[in-house]
């Protein structure tokens, strides 16, 4: 007998604000009319990474359920006083979400809304993808490899990573440690593109089909680099920033130590810091494409040096 299909929302009650409204994550659940794993897909744990939520949404609207294997859990906004105020940590106690998981029942409102997530949300799952961006201004591309690294070539960006230490108290960090099958995609910001939304849609489908939740082929990814050595250059001086290259250039090499971006104080006009390529071969994975404001400790740029990728 086939299961009964559905789709469910429900919000994870956290707490009241001072003014007396509520704190909740919404939580929409698609089950399929086959048995299979449980899949969570969360965005927005940081408040200025949009993309993501549109990208659960488009998801969200084109998945069949009569096609579906097992449970899809999607989580389009996990921070949402961080969303409200359009910054990357939560503004009533400045916490970075995404750097104190599992949280605690009675630390900050963020510890505790990371709390919620942790029991409530990736207890629940089988596998795991986390969609990230460079938020308001800048543009990233590429996905991390955590555990398991065929899922994240499924997801079938140029870009991977492999870092040698992972950052603490993430949302992949908490799932690593259960042994979930986990993914972290960095994509869009700024402009947050079309093209950017639709490679993230399709990517989660295709991770999908390599879960078998989605029958088909799973699509075979294009030529990926594996990069195991990122910097990332955060402005020393705060200005306005005139960069050198527009937004296309995420995913190129650039030769050389070339000028990225050159800043200067809008009250004298003087030139206060200019930024040059770190390598000899750098390949942009972050950068910010157009004339901005800037702050020194920014997310400025993100290089990765091409001599010390995986040769395959």
């Known amino acids: 007998m086939l299961k009964t299909t559905t789709r469910k929302y429900e919000e994870i009650f956290v707490t009241h604000l001072s003014n007396g409204s509520e704190v909740s994550l919404p939580v929409h659940t698609i089950t399929g009319e086959r048995s299979g794993p449980v899949l ?8 200025d990474e949009i993309i993501g939520s549109e990208i659960l949404r488009r998801v969200y609207d084109r998945l069949d359920e009569a096609e579906l294997a ?7 906004v996990a921070n949402p006083l961080a969303f409200e105020s359009m910054t990357r940590n939560t503004p009533l106690d400045m916490n970075n979400m995404n750097r104190i998981f599992p949280g605690s029942a009675g630390g900050w409102v963020t510890e505790q ?13 089988d596998a795991y993808i986390d969609i990230h961006s460079g938020g308001a201004q800048p543009v990233v591309d590429y996905v ?31 799932t690593v ?17 079309e093209k950017d939304i639709e490679r993230g849609v399709e990517g989660i489908f295709n991770c999908m089909r390599k879960l078998n939740m989605l029958d088909g082929e799973v699509t075979p990814p294009p030529e990926q680099k594996v990069m195991t050595e990122i910097q990332i250059i955060r402005p020393k001086q705060g200005g306005l920033m005139i960069p050198e290259y527009d937004y296309s250039a995420v995913g190129t090499v650039i ?6 971006s050159r800043t200067y104080n809008p009250r004298t006009f003087e030139e206060v810091e200019v930024i040059k390529a770190p390598f000899e071969k750098n390949l942009v994975i972050l950068m910010r494409g157009s004339f901005q404001k800037v702050n020194p400790g920014d997310y400025g740029f ?3 040096n091409m001599d010390t990728r995986e040769l395959d």
């Open 40 to 47: 969570g897909l969360s965005a927005v744990v940081h408040g």
């Open 70 to 76: 097992g449970s899809v859990k999607i989580m389009p």
């Open 113 to 125: 809304i990371s709390h919620k997530i942790a029991t409530e949300f990736l207890d629940t799952i």
């Open 144 to 174: 991390y490899i955590q555990n398991d690294e065929e899922l994240s070539r499924a997801f079938n960006f140029p870009v991977l990573y492999r870092p040698k230490t992972l950052y603490e108290g993430t949302t992949v960090t908490y």
């Open 177 to 193: 440690e259960k042994d979930i099958p986990s993914v972290t995609v960095e994509v869009g910001g700024g402009p947050n593109f």
């Open 255 to 260: 030769e050389g130590n070339q000028v990225l």
């Open 302 to 304: 993100m290089l990765g």
